[in-house]
């Protein structure tokens, strides 16, 4: 008995010191972005003129693994990561049709994986600008040598947010938002952030201010609040400037007033919800309810499955909107699907 007690005790101590050593050196590797970055942006002589009219689309793609057969461990599901190297692939080719039909002028793209161990390596940022012919700018928000956990674990992951465009970009910058976790939580989670990219208007003064974001989605509610006054701080200071403003992305919130989509599964993840109260002066939402853009990964796709309104786009008053939808793809290669949104200067 005391034999066996003490190799007991001593498989413990072993387990006790690795995990202290793996903690200790995902401590010591924890990305720590700076609250602001400058960004290098491509070499592009595409001009934006104030009489342009644009497209914008965004789109999450759940980094080309979560698909119409995925459910998730965060919502409620059991997988982890993507079954097969061809699967991500297939789903990756997917989007960038859905992409490429579009036609847009400016992509606002999240959860766009460059060397993780989810998928299997691939550099969807490279992958996406070869295929639309599009220059790229992406700031990261997930940076980890290891995600220990689950099991099997997620493993490594760089990803970030990805906005794509033809048009002459003057500045981009990486914007950290506020962390919703402490230690040791937040040594493997995302560092949320803003991604803002900035086009000089032809023979003005005036600015195109772009802001793609990605808003915190499992925190308590804190998180996203504060994240959400950040970038409502931005885009005051921006509109103040006398530049036009959009922002877009996933704010892992629903919209005040918009109901075609009730939440009846409240067992699992449930999405803020964000208020016209919650914007500047100036500012409104531009969302479409034609389609739902984002659903629960709780169970593979189902036509009843719980799905939400969560992405789209806050523009400023000198921005007339002429057009916003919501592009209904089935949820096949990703759990989002993307809103199109078209634009014109004032």
Same mark, same amino acid.
């Given at each position: 008995?005391?034999? !066996?007690?003490?190799?007991?005790?001593?498989?413990?101590?072993?387990?006790?010191?690795?995990?202290?050593?793996?903690?200790?050196?995902?401590?010591?590797?924890?990305?720590?972005?700076?609250?602001?970055?400058?960004? *290098?942006?491509?070499?592009?002589?595409?001009?934006?003129?104030?009489?342009?009219?644009?497209?914008?689309?965004?789109?999450?793609?759940?980094?080309?693994?979560?698909?119409?057969?995925?459910?998730? $461990?965060?919502?409620?599901?059991?997988?982890?990561?993507?079954?097969?190297?061809?699967?991500?692939? !297939?789903?990756?080719?997917?989007?960038?049709?859905?992409?490429?039909?579009?036609?847009?002028?400016?992509?606002?793209?999240?959860?766009?994986?460059?060397?993780?161990?989810?998928?299997?390596?691939?550099?969807?940022?490279?992958?996406?600008?070869?295929?639309?012919?599009?220059?790229?700018?992406?700031?990261?928000?997930?940076?980890?040598?290891?995600?220990?956990?689950? $099991?099997?674990?997620?493993?490594?992951?760089?990803?970030?947010?990805?906005?794509?465009?033809?048009?002459?970009?003057?500045?981009?910058?990486?914007?950290?938002?506020?962390?919703?976790?402490?230690?040791?939580?937040?040594?493997?989670?995302?560092?949320?952030?803003?991604?803002?990219?900035?086009?000089? #208007?032809?023979?003005?003064?005036?600015?195109?201010?772009?802001?793609?974001?990605?808003?915190?989605?499992?925190?308590?509610?804190?998180?996203?609040?504060?994240?959400?006054?950040?970038?409502?701080?931005?885009? *005051?200071?921006?509109?103040?400037?006398?530049?036009?403003?959009?922002?877009?992305?996933?704010?892992?919130? !629903?919209?005040?007033?918009?109901?075609?989509?009730?939440?009846?599964?409240?067992?699992?993840?449930?999405?803020?919800?964000?208020?016209?109260?919650?914007?500047?002066?100036? $500012?409104?939402?531009?969302?479409?309810?034609?389609?739902?853009?984002?659903?629960?990964?709780?169970?593979?796709?189902?036509?009843?499955?719980?799905?939400?309104? #969560?992405?789209?786009?806050?523009?400023?008053?000198?921005?007339?909107?002429? $057009?916003?939808?919501?592009?209904?793809?089935?949820?096949?290669?990703?759990?989002?699907?993307?809103?199109?949104?078209?634009?014109?200067?004032?």
């Amino acid at each position: 008995m005391k034999k !066996t007690l003490k190799i007991f005790a001593v498989i413990l101590v072993t387990c006790i010191l690795l995990a202290a050593a793996g903690v200790g050196y995902l401590s010591i590797r924890e990305y720590r972005p700076e609250s602001v970055e400058i960004l *290098q942006v491509p070499s592009q002589n595409k001009v934006l003129d104030a009489k342009d009219s644009l497209h914008i689309l965004t789109y999450n793609i759940g980094y080309a693994g979560l698909d119409k057969d995925m459910d998730f $461990f965060m919502d409620g599901g059991t997988k982890v990561n993507p079954e097969s190297k061809e699967k991500v692939e !297939t789903n990756l080719q997917g989007i960038q049709q859905i992409l490429k039909d579009q036609s847009a002028d400016i992509y606002l793209l999240q959860e766009v994986d460059t060397n993780s161990g989810r998928s299997f390596h691939i550099n969807e940022q490279e992958y996406l600008e070869d295929n639309l012919n599009q220059s790229g700018v992406l700031a990261y928000n997930f940076k980890c040598d290891y995600v220990p956990y689950p $099991f099997p674990p997620i493993g490594k992951v760089e990803s970030g947010i990805l906005t794509m465009t033809n048009y002459s970009i003057s500045q981009a910058s990486r914007i950290s938002l506020p962390e919703s976790f402490s230690w040791p939580t937040k040594i493997c989670n995302l560092k949320r952030c803003m991604l803002e990219t900035r086009i000089q #208007i032809k023979n003005t003064d005036k600015e195109l201010v772009i802001i793609n974001f990605h808003l915190e989605a499992y925190d308590s509610g804190e998180g996203k609040i504060a994240q959400s006054k950040k970038l409502a701080k931005k885009l *005051q200071e921006e509109y103040e400037k006398g530049n036009y403003v959009i922002a877009g992305g996933d704010f892992n919130q !629903t919209f005040e007033g918009m109901d075609t989509y009730p939440i009846t599964n409240k067992e699992n993840w449930v999405p803020g919800i964000m208020r016209q109260e919650d914007l500047p002066e100036h $500012f409104t939402f531009s969302n479409a309810d034609n389609a739902p853009t984002c659903r629960l990964l709780n169970e593979v796709y189902q036509k009843d499955s719980q799905v939400y309104v #969560i992405d789209g786009f806050i523009v400023s008053d000198n921005i007339e909107v002429t $057009f916003i939808q919501n592009i209904d793809t089935s949820f096949e290669y990703t759990d989002h699907q993307p809103v199109s949104m078209r634009i014109k200067l004032i």
